[in-house]
């Protein structure tokens, strides 16, 4: 099975917004939603790395 990341992420982004209190345990929350948005993004896009492909050198010239 496979996370959908775009799916948390607009979660997380939603329960920021019913968040919008002044206190301090809003203010606590949403910054401890930031870090996990944060983390949701970054294993969104998170690439395999790559093949490198060499490419044959060319002789230099004298």
């Known amino acids: 099975m496979t996370s959908d990341f775009a799916?948390?992420?607009?979660?997380?982004?939603r329960a920021c917004h019913?968040?919008?209190g002044d206190d301090e345990t809003s203010s606590m929350a949403r910054a401890a939603l930031?870090?996990?948005i944060d983390a949701i993004v970054a294993a969104?896009?998170?690439r395999?790395?790559?093949d490198v492909v060499e490419f044959p050198r060319t002789a230099t010239r004298r």
Do not use: S
């Open 7 to 13: 799916a948390a992420h607009l979660h997380l982004e």
């Open 18 to 20: 019913y968040l919008r």
């Open 34 to 36: 930031d870090i996990l």
């Open 44 to 46: 969104q896009y998170k």
């Open 48 to 50: 395999p790395p790559a």
